[in-house]
């Protein structure tokens, strides 16, 4: 069996620049299951409804076209807001469910989220939980931002963050929390390649892949 390897963490921790290296480096597909969340939120906002009303959610999850994913406005302060409402609501989790599922079943795969080793698949073969300081974290966000061309408060992003990331831990659908058996790999003082190397070594002791 084709292994799958669980990536999760709080916002901007480093979980998508790090994933994405693994499954390049391992010859797996990538899934960046935040998307899904955010491509429900933004067909919520678009229908002019409220992120955080289940019916509406509820609908918009159950009517997702891959093609939602490749919207360009998935990013910045209100998909971000709308993302971590729609993530709450369980109808919305379930209707996400399957789709992750079957994106692994044939090759497997590497995908980042939060939910990814707790709930998606607790028997993936190797769980890393990503994590770094949140001023750390705000200011990674805050540089991603203003290479996008985005002008944003660097403290406005650390509250905006700091109540997200509160949220996703205090939901009771899939809260965000680290597997018992996932690696936790703190990255507040390392560069990316530091990361990758840790996280590679890790992953190699679990799936003995080059
Ligand atoms: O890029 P960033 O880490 O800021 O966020 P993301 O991974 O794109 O996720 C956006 C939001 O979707 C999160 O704040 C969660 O509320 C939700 N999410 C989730 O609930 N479960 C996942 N597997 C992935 C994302």
Request: zero cysteines; charged letters at 30%.
């Amino acid at each position: 069996m084709k292994p799958i390897i669980a990536i999760d963490g709080p916002a901007a921790a480093g979980k998508g620049t790090l994933a994405r290296r693994i499954a390049s480096t391992l010859g797996l597909p990538y899934l960046d299951t935040g998307l899904l969340y955010r491509a429900v939120g933004r067909r919520v906002l678009d229908a002019g409804g409220d992120p955080a009303d289940a019916a509406s959610a509820d609908a918009a999850a159950r009517s997702l076209r891959p093609e939602d994913l490749d919207r360009s406005d998935l990013r910045g302060p209100q998909a971000d807001a709308a993302a971590a409402s729609v993530a709450s609501i369980p109808g919305v989790r379930a209707a996400l469910l399957d789709f992750q599922r079957d994106f692994a079943v044939q090759d497997g795969a590497v995908l980042d989220g939060r939910d990814i080793g707790t709930v998606i698949f607790p028997n993936a073969q190797a769980k890393l939980f990503v994590t770094a300081g949140l001023s750390e974290r705000a200011r990674r966000r805050w540089l991603e931002l203003r290479g996008k061309g985005l002008e944003a408060d660097i403290l406005t992003v650390e509250e905006d963050m700091r109540q997200r990331d509160a949220k996703d831990a205090a939901r009771a659908a899939a809260p965000l929390k680290a597997a018992d058996d996932a690696y936790q790999l703190d990255t507040s003082t390392m560069d990316a390649e530091a990361a990758f190397q840790v996280a590679l070594a890790f992953i190699r002791t679990r799936i003995g892949m080059i």
